[in-house]
């Protein structure tokens, strides 16, 4: 099962929120586990990518992801690697057929599109990367291949939500230190010095400073939402030893 976006369809571009549902991967990973770093079946996971490969229209190996570090660095991807998947947490192309993937398990997939330009993007914004500048670095990877930030569209997808991020003191620190304003960002929480942390509010003033034509948030929360959506947190919370990994992708058309 995908989730898409009115605000992405556009005539040659194709996109997808994948969800858990519609792949072959059991237990913890039940059952569309796209994460090149998970420890699942590599069997079930070939699978799981090929599927998403399809539904998107590209070959498997067309299913382009980073090696994510929770950075603010954005490379252009002009086809599948040669080698092993540079370090880096976005990417972009005016490449048609190849489908830019972002995996997430609470952090933000943020989808970029230009119609008229042609060029297409997408970043894994956890707090960090948001916090260091990868939705600004996305947008500027972009614009070096012909794109105009005002007539961007982005998408939120599936992430945590403020009701499931509890955060302590010193997280609340650091971002009110880069801006006072940064506190509205945060709610008290029910345990003593912790706060209930809005990253998808910041991710999306952070785009608003930016510039950016069109944001829109779809307001899907991984955590809350176990029938659909894996969660690093939630997985955290049971103990468990490791957790599946959402796959959102764009792709240019041919």
Known sequence: MMITAPALASPGIRHAFFTRQGGVSDGIYTSLNGGLGSDD??????????????????????????????????????GPW???RPKADGLVTNRPGVALAISTADCGPVLFADPKA??????????????????????????????????????????????????????????????????????????????????PAYIASRMAAAGVGRF????????????????YRRTTHRGEPDYGRLISAIVLEG
């Open 216 to 231: 829109i948030d779809l307001k899907l929360c991984t955590y809350a939402d176990e029938e659909l959506f894996f969660s």
């Open 82 to 84: 040669p080698a092993e």
């Open 41 to 78: 079946d590599k069997a079930a996971l070939t699978e799981n990518r090929r599927r998403m490969a399809e539904a998107l229209g590209v070959g498997p190996d067309n299913l382009v992801n980073v090696h994510q570090v929770h950075s603010p660095d954005v490379v252009v991807a002009d």
């Open 118 to 199: 042609r060029v297409v993007g997408g970043c894994h914004s956890g707090w960090k990367g948001a916090f260091t500048g990868v939705l600004e670095s996305t947008l500027a990877r972009m614009e070096e291949l012909g794109a105009r930030r005002e007539r961007v569209t982005a998408v939120l997808g599936p992430m945590i939500s403020a009701a499931a991020y509890e955060v302590g003191p010193e997280f609340v620190t650091r971002f009110t230190a880069q801006s006072p304003d940064n506190a509205r960002f945060f709610a008290p929480s029910a345990k003593p010095e912790h706060a209930m942390f809005d990253l």
